[in-house]
């Protein structure tokens, strides 16, 4: 059995800004397996909110790549993973997860999802995001959106102008269904001021407008609002989900802080159980990573898959998007191939 991997810096069409920092240039590290003549890839998206940059992935490689002794094996590979680092270096198991689903997947000849027994439930709209500039390139982002087909537009907000922007945003968009993401940026007072604002916008969610760690603050805001908070940077792993089921509506889980697909299938299943509802997310990541979540996101809610659509550089194709529609793959494994070596 053998392990590769390569880091190659992608680079986004356009600056690329949250409340936390604005960025043009993710480095991403692909995983291979190659065992019995067949091979199964994987994408490592670190984030340095997760603690985890282009550094950590590359210097516990080697050290995770061990755990990988049968790809048909999946509970073994995730108690290996864990026996090595028990709550680091999400993207990197899932990067190496996602290589074993791929090689058992050609081995067996399927997708995937028909691997895990998943059905081929359509995928609902992602949303498109407009992300942090200025208020006219804001502008412009919506603008574009909406004329390429985007029905879905997911605002990114932090700003001491975030009223402002969504005003305008909403008048650019009318027909459209937005989204706000505030990336934990507001306080508990200008969160409950914001309330009002997004419910006059007909803002279908916001996602964590709080401090990660202020569950006390979303549980209080949730009780007062009738936009339904969904929770991001609270979740870190499929084991926070029960705690959070006081404080959120829903979940948005995204494979790579997760630490797989398999992990995100069981957290799924648990905010499910807890009646939340789930929104398949993403960080930027190629068609790799991206075609991973989609496997799996016909059981979601709600899907913001459009990291790979931000990137001038997408080193894979293969997903089938229309606008902000994209069909679950039928090809064998994730259902994308390299562009280039």
């Not at 997860?97 to 995928?123: D, F, H, I």
């Amino acid at each position: 059995m053998n392990v590769t991997w390569k880091t190659r810096d992608l680079h986004t069409a356009q600056p690329f800004g949250i409340a936390r920092w604005t960025h043009s240039l993710y480095p991403r590290t692909f995983v291979t397996l190659e065992h019995d003549g067949l091979s199964g890839r994987g994408e490592a998206a670190p984030n340095a909110f997760y603690g985890e940059t282009r550094g950590t992935v590359e210097a516990v490689l080697p050290i995770l790549k061990d755990a990988l002794t049968d790809p048909w094996d999946w509970e073994g590979l995730e108690r290996g993973l864990d026996a090595r680092f028990p709550h680091d270096h999400p993207s990197v198991k899932c990067a190496i997860e996602s290589a074993a689903l791929e090689w058992c997947a050609r081995a067996a000849n399927v997708p995937v999802w028909r691997l895990l027994g998943l059905s081929p439930s359509p995928v609902p709209e992602s949303s498109f995001t407009v992300s942090i500039a200025e208020l006219d390139d804001m502008r412009r982002q919506a603008r574009e959106a909406v004329v390429r087909g985007h029905g879905v537009l997911k605002v990114k907000l932090g700003t001491e102008r975030d009223e402002v922007i969504l005003e305008a945003l909403r008048a650019e968009a009318p027909s459209a269904r937005i989204r706000v993401d505030a990336n934990a940026a507001w306080t508990r007072t200008g969160a409950k001021r914001m309330l009002s604002v997004l419910a006059a916008a007909d803002v279908e969610f916001v996602e964590q407008p709080l401090n990660a760690h202020d569950l006390e603050g979303h549980a209080e805001l949730r009780r007062s609002s009738t936009v339904p908070i969904v929770a991001d940077e609270s979740l870190h792993a499929r084991s926070d989900v029960p705690k959070l089921a006081e404080a959120f509506d829903g979940l948005n889980l995204k494979l790579a802080k997760l630490g797989g697909p398999l992990q995100a299938l069981h957290a799924l299943r648990t905010a499910r159980a807890l009646g939340m509802s789930v929104m398949l997310g993403c960080m930027i990541e190629s068609s790799l990573g991206i075609a991973a979540a989609v496997h799996l996101a016909g059981l979601a809610d709600f899907v913001d898959l459009d990291g790979a659509l931000l990137l001038a550089d997408d080193p894979f194709e293969g997903l089938a998007w229309n606008a902000g529609c994209v069909e679950r793959p039928s090809g064998v494994g994730w259902g994308v191939e390299a562009r280039f070596s």
